[in-house]
């Protein structure tokens, strides 16, 4: 079925889909690890992935203005 769909409809499809799904278990898996070994490296990495996924991933309708992003 994956064949029959089209090149654009199929990366719609991941970016829409699948990215915020693949966030949300790596959010899930670190907060797992961070409950029964404490903050660690893989914890942290596994939230970062976490949220470079939904930076990428909310579309430009939920952007927000300059005034209210948090400084970096």
């Known amino acids: 079925m994956w064949a ?3 090149k ?7 970016l829409a ?3 915020p799904v693949v ?9 797992l690890i ?3 070994r ?5 914890s942290r990495t596994l939230h970062q992935g976490r949220g470079w996924l939904q930076r990428r991933t909310k579309g430009p309708l939920s952007a927000k203005p300059d005034s209210e ?3 970096r």
């Open 8 to 14: 654009r409809l199929r990366m719609w499809l991941i």
């Open 17 to 19: 889909v699948a990215a």
């Open 69 to 71: 992003r948090p400084a």
């Open 38 to 42: 404490g903050p660690n490296a893989v």
């Open 23 to 31: 966030g949300w278990l790596l959010g899930k898996v670190g907060d």
């Open 4 to 6: 029959f769909l089209s």
């Open 34 to 36: 961070e409950k029964r």
